[in-house]
């Protein structure tokens, strides 16, 4: 038969069967080029596809791809500012750790009064006798052994010779003080100078060798809001500590002196850390670690810095004289509110309002007197009041300022001579007025109605009653109305109104006529010149609020 007729249903024949393994092999083979064609096949048609279609958005997730090419940030070149972002600051820290030293202070208290006072019994109590028993075993006790108080801190090396700075709160009272340098090494040290008003003290350290590592004082007006900086210390006692931050904030006012004008740091700052310096990117020490904001003891970013500018004349004078020479101008000043400035017709509450002159002092010699608004000193503007003070300490002794101040609704000058400031000379500042017991209504007296208060001549009965002085003239305040506009502002019995805009007032009815004339005119505030004791000041009175 032949093979046609088989065509359809033929099976293979046996003679040309092949084997069972090549079989298999031949089937996987064959699968494997399928799936290889199939494969390219796909790919090909994703790329087509890919090529013709648009892309799918990207998902949040996944990061975009980077640019082809991308500007670098450009490098301002401001003094003081180190890196945006520095990596480390191990090479900086190296570099400045040996001229930050630790110091140790020692102090005998004398006659220490730590005893217990006797507690009062009745005549023949037994308790009596055992307690008069308890209480002479315990004096015996610290009469044998007088206390030692020990007190730790920072500072830094300013002078290869062995000049160390610190806080004077740091050394006050010290009976011994030693300084330990980063290697270990331990030195006596004396004060050479200290001043209490800036915090600020100089040691020199005896037996030093003649080079030691020093760091330089920078500028620290240049550095600015958001600088990086390093604090260097002993927090604790713990040794030479590093820490880093930035500048929070200048010209912090936190009543510690009258020359505040610190440097606000997150950097930690800690109990140890005073006297320490702060360090910019450059390596110079643009501030002098003295306190820190905290609840709790330890720190929670808020610490404080004297600015090196203002350590700098101190310092030099510390060294040169073993004391502070500062400017003196002679005036007693305030702070002058928006109520003064309205009052006194200035556009902004800014200067320093003069409450009182020193007689033969160099503002009276110059010719400025109480009611003048100081809005600029050597070339300096006096924004605020508190500025004065510390630009007048930092003139020379004895040099020619030009005053700009602001009287009768003009801008003036005139040239002063700086003095010295004597540790007797009063702050140049105004005191708040000491409060004084509500007295009873007195005969003669005159209420200024809805401004809340009464006014009465200045008799001898007063005079014994508010305890005033024979030579103060005006009218005495005898009630305040706890509640009124002029308690608001400070008024209390007892204050004697001597001015009202720099006129004299004499009599009640002379200080009610002026207030009058005052509100014809359209005037919102008068301004009372107001004395108490040794405290003087001016009082801003709105009479919006008070017609009648």
């Known amino acids: 038969m032949s093979s046609r007729q088989h065509f ?25 080029l399928l799936a290889v064609a199939l494969l390219a096949g796909l790919g090909a048609g994703a790329h087509a596809s890919e090529a013709q279609a648009t892309p799918a958005p990207v998902p949040a997730t996944v990061a975009a791809p980077p640019p082809a090419a991308v500007a670098p940030p450009a490098t301002l070149d401001v003094p003081g500012r180190g890196p945006d972002a520095p990596a480390s600051f191990a090479d900086l820290a190296a570099r400045l750790l ?211 500018n203002l350590a700098k004349p101190v310092l030099v004078d510390l060294q040169k004289y073993g004391r502070t020479r500062r400017g003196w101008l002679g005036v007693r000043i305030q702070t002058v509110t928006d109520d003064i400035a309205d009052s006194l017709g200035l556009k902004d509450a800014k200067g320093a309002l003069v409450a009182s002159v020193s007689p033969g002092g160099p503002a009276a010699k110059a010719g400025l007197k109480a009611g003048d608004v100081i809005t600029a000193f050597d070339g300096k503007a006096v924004e605020e009041m508190r500025r004065l003070p510390r630009i007048v300490a930092e003139t020379e002794i004895g040099s020619e300022a030009e005053v700009e101040y602001w009287r009768d609704g003009k801008l003036r000058h005139t040239q002063v001579r700086v003095g010295e400031l004597k540790d007797d000379d009063q702050q140049e500042t105004a005191a708040k007025p000491a409060e004084k017991p509500h007295p009873k209504p007195d005969l003669g007296e005159t209420s200024l109605g809805k401004l809340g208060f009464s006014v009465a001549a200045i008799t001898q009965p007063l005079r014994d009653r508010f305890q005033l002085s024979a030579d103060l003239k005006g009218v005495v305040v005898t009630t305040v109305n706890p509640d009124g506009p002029a308690a608001d502002k400070g008024l209390r019995p007892g204050d004697v109104i001597s001015s009202l805009d720099n006129e004299p007032v004499k009599t009640p009815a002379e200080l009610i006529s002026r207030i009058e004339h005052a509100r014809r005119d359209g005037r919102h505030t008068v301004l009372l010149f107001v004395q108490n004791g040794n405290d003087m000041h001016y009082l801003p009175l709105k009479l919006d609020d008070s017609q009648k």
Do not use: C
């Not at 024949?13 to 083979?29: M, N």
């Open 98 to 308: 040996p001229a930050v030293v630790n110091i140790s202070t020692t102090q005998t208290l004398k006659d220490p009064e730590r005893g217990m006072e006797m507690p009062q019994f009745p005549p023949g109590s037994p308790f009596e006798d055992l307690f008069k028993d308890f209480l002479e075993k315990q004096g015996k006790n610290q009469d044998m052994a007088p206390r030692r108080a020990t007190a730790l801190g920072s500072g830094f090396i300013i002078d290869p010779s062995g000049l160390v700075v610190t806080n004077n709160h740091v050394i006050t009272d010290a009976d011994e003080i030693s300084v330990i340098l980063h290697d270990g090494r331990a030195f006596k040290a004396k004060v050479v100078g200290a001043d209490s008003k800036a915090d600020l003290a100089l040691l020199r350290l005896e037996d030093a060798p003649s080079k030691l590592p020093s760091v330089p004082l920078g500028n620290s007006d240049l550095s600015r809001v958001g600088d990086w900086v390093l604090a260097i210390g002993n927090p604790y006692g713990l040794g030479g500590t590093v820490t880093a931050g930035i500048i929070s904030a200048r010209s912090r006012d936190i009543n510690a002196g009258p020359y505040d004008d610190f440097i606000q740091t997150d950097a930690a700052i800690n109990k140890g850390n005073s006297g320490g310096p702060l360090f910019n990117m450059k390596g110079e020490v643009i501030g002098i670690n003295t306190a820190i904001f905290s609840q709790t003891g330890g720190s929670i970013g808020i610490g404080f810095s004297i600015p090196s």
């Open 8 to 32: 359809g249903r033929r099976t293979p024949a046996r003679a040309r069967a092949v084997p069972r393994p090549t079989i298999h092999l031949l089937h996987w083979l064959l699968a494997t």
